[in-house]
Structures are given as structure tokens and as C-alpha cells.
């Protein structure tokens, strides 16, 4: 028994190892394989998360820095580069989906019951982000005629503020195509932008009997069939039940309702579009404000972690990389012990991931403050592994062609 173990050999405990061999047997990941495990693959590439490594002599060298230390992290010797970028080539991601269901599915528990709003009904956030990509060297990914991409689809659950769902396309698919696939809980409340405005859309949820807020385009035309009281001094200008018109109102004909708000700190007027008639409409306006959560979520993902340039140029590679990257973050906010009281994770926190030892190669201990560049800044010392981070969320994905599962 490991009593004083790095603080990485620490974090991969969270994995229980018969939970990550079912998930293997699940996925037949491990099929034809003769010495590199997918437990190897795991802690490799979630060791170029933490370890903010920029390539695949940077995994495997770091870790055959680690000599000594390996078998406490479940290893029997550093992988070579070949045999790692032969993993992520064929070995299929699934296996990566899978561990990080499974550790979300602990998160929930411990987010549950934590929410900022007082109304029982479950709230969600839905936006997407492109991850950039050099053409040439990702020519299965053509998104401009110079330029190649892929896009990440989330849906953001307000209760601990978790993602429940996720997908990766093409960087030319639509956020409405996605948004269709869905299935909500009725009595839901999902919180989009103008790029998911589609009344034929809007519609379908309306009969499902689920709720969305979001903003009114400029063009948009309707009907005011009744004004509502405002309260005084909260920022709320209008608040009116419309009916849609236009040549695609047919395919939304039920009574909406439209607010009209002024932030109080820049001044700006906001149009809102929602089908729930019970709220407040402070409370709506607050219930978009939230939504700034899910951009915070992408902001973190992308500067803590390796999610912009890539080890491998498959697709397969890139999809690995991506999910470690969010087992790594998910992993970060859900260990950090400064986590809020309301459930929300803190925006940011400095964490030193001290991979060699306890106290990292470099003996200055696992709680380094750094100052300058909060979420990545490497210690002095060129044969320490020492990093600080900040972090926070996590994600999900489908197989391609895979009908999305119902959110609950």
C-alpha cells in the first residue's frame, strides 16, 4: 500500500481500477493487445493534460523522469513514442466516454440539490465552441476553404454546473441540427443564444413542455396580444405576451412572451423571448445571466488544458485527446477542496499538480502560488514536471450516428 504517494498517483486513485477494466471490457478496447494497456494510454495522456505536454517526446519523457515512481501510478515502464501514438491512432474513444460517465456520475451525486435559483425545475444551458485546426495536417476536418475545424456541442446542467451532454462535429454543422436531437424533461428550462432560434424548434419544445429563454432577433416580427405590470427599479422596460408572424410563425403559433431589459452596470438593453408565463421577469433575466456560465466553462477548457494543439492528426487521436482533457478537468474541480458552497465551482483556484513526488522534483511543495500566469506557468527547475493550474467542468460525447440518450 502506497501511505505517501504523488499528488497524480493521488488523482488517478479516483479511478477505481475494476471500474476502468469494465469500461475497457465494455468498449473491447484492449482487443489485440499485447504489452501497452489502455491503462498505460490513460495515465499517458492524462499525464500530457496536467503535465501541459506539447508533444509525444514530452509524454514519454516526462514519465521516464518518473523512474521509480512508476508502478505506484499503475505503470510497469514509460511508453515509447510509436506505441503511443499507435493507441490513440486505433484504440477507440468510446473507452474515454465511458470513464468519464462514470466519474460524472459521481459528481452529480455530490452536486445534487445545489442550485442558485429557488425553482425546482431543471436548468440547462446549450452553446457550442470551435476548436481550430491547421488543414493541412487535418484534412479530414474541412471547415473553410484554408481553414479546418471541429465544433463542441454542450449542454450544461445549472445543478453543480455540470455537462450532461456533448458532441463533436464538423465545424459546419449547425448548433440547431444538434439542438433538434435532443430529448428535455418536461418542465425543463433550457437557456440558448440567437444561433438555436428556430420556431419550428421552438414549437417541438413547446409541445414536449419544456421552457427556453433566449433573445430576440432585430427582425423578428410579431403581434402584442397583452402588456404585464413591470416592477419598479429592477431594469425591466416591457413585458409583453406576442404572437410570433412571418412566413415560418405557422410552425410556432403558441403565445410567447417578450422582455425588455437594461443591465444596470453597462446600460445595455437586452430583448428576451420565452414561453414560460409563470416567472418573474427578473427571474428571467437573471436565468439568461446565468448562461454565462457555460462561456466561462469553454474559457477554462481551452486555457487550462490541451484541447488546441494536438499529439496526433487522426480523428480518433484528436477524440482521445479531447476526452482526457475533460476527465482531466472534471477531475481538477471536483477534487479541489475550494469548492463553493452553492455548488458552483470557483472561477479560479491555483493548483500545482506535483507529478514526480509529493513535494514535486523540485522540493517546493504542492500549494506553489504563482501570479503571472494563473493557468499554466512551469517551474524553474528543467527536469521538474511541476505545473500550476486552474480548473473547473467537464463534458460528453456521442458515437457518430448515435442517437443522443434523454437527459435527466
Avoid at 109 to 123: C, Y
Avoid at 233 to 253: F, M, N, V
Avoid at 343 to 355: H, K, N, V, Y
Wanted: glycine share 8%.
Amino acid at each position: 500500500m502506497v501511505r505517501y504517494g504523488s499528488l497524480f498517483c493521488q488523482l488517478l486513485d479516483i479511478f477505481p481500477r475494476g471500474e476502468f477494466n469494465r469500461a475497457v471490457g465494455k468498449n473491447d478496447a484492449q482487443r489485440y493487445a499485447k504489452g501497452f494497456s489502455c491503462w498505460d494510454q490513460f495515465v499517458a495522456m492524462l499525464f500530457c493534460q496536467l503535465a501541459q505536454a506539447h508533444s509525444l517526446r514530452e509524454i514519454c519523457g516526462g514519465l521516464a523522469c518518473c523512474l521509480g515512481k512508476l508502478a505506484h501510478l499503475g505503470l510497469r515502464a514509460a511508453p515509447k513514442k510509436s506505441t503511443l501514438a499507435y493507441a490513440n491512432q486505433h484504440r477507440p474513444w468510446q473507452l474515454y466516454q465511458t470513464v468519464f460517465g462514470q466519474l460524472l456520475a459521481k459528481c452529480q451525486l455530490l452536486a445534487r440539490g445545489k442550485s442558485k435559483f429557488r425553482f425546482r425545475n431543471k436548468l440547462y444551458s446549450m452553446d457550442s465552441t470551435v476548436i481550430d485546426l491547421c488543414l493541412s495536417l487535418f484534412d479530414w476536418a474541412k471547415f473553410r476553404q484554408t481553414k479546418g475545424a471541429v465544433k463542441l456541442h454542450l449542454l450544461l446542467d445549472h445543478e453543480g454546473y455540470l455537462p450532461t451532454f456533448a458532441h463533436i462535429t464538423s465545424g459546419k454543422v449547425h448548433d440547431v441540427k444538434i439542438a433538434q436531437r435532443l430529448d428535455f424533461p418536461p418542465g425543463s428550462i433550457l437557456v440558448i443564444d440567437r444561433g438555436y432560434v428556430d420556431y419550428a424548434l421552438f414549437g417541438s419544445w413547446i409541445e414536449q413542455g419544456v421552457y427556453f429563454v433566449t433573445r430576440l432577433k432585430r427582425n423578428a416580427t410579431y403581434r402584442v396580444r397583452a402588456r404585464r405590470q413591470v416592477p419598479a427599479h429592477r431594469g425591466i422596460l416591457c413585458d409583453q405576451i406576442i404572437r410570433l408572424t412571418g412566413a415560418k410563425a405557422h410552425s410556432c403559433p403558441h403565445p410567447l412572451r417578450r422582455i425588455k431589459y437594461r443591465e444596470p452596470e453597462t446600460g445595455k438593453v437586452l430583448v428576451f423571448l420565452t414561453n414560460h408565463l409563470g416567472f418573474g421577469a427578473t427571474t428571467i433575466a437573471q436565468i439568461y445571466k446565468d448562461r454565462w456560465q457555460i462561456e466561462q466553462f469553454f474559457k477554462a477548457l481551452k486555457q487550462n488544458l490541451k484541447i488546441k494543439t494536438f499529439v496526433g492528426t487522426s480523428p480518433n487521436a484528436l477524440r482521445t485527446q479531447i476526452w482526457t482533457a475533460l476527465i482531466a478537468m472534471l477531475l481538477l474541480s471536483t477534487s479541489s477542496s475550494a469548492r463553493a458552497s452553492t455548488g458552483r465551482f470557483p472561477t479560479w483556484w491555483p493548483f500545482c499538480a506535483g507529478i514526480c513526488s509529493p513535494t514535486g522534483t523540485c522540493g517546493r511543495g504542492s500549494t506553489i502560488p504563482f501570479r503571472r500566469r494563473p493557468w499554466a506557468q512551469r517551474s524553474s527547475s528543467s527536469s521538474c514536471r511541476c505545473l500550476v493550474l486552474d480548473s473547473k467542468w467537464g463534458d460528453l460525447d456521442l458515437e457518430p450516428g448515435r442517437k443522443p440518450l434523454q437527459t435527466a
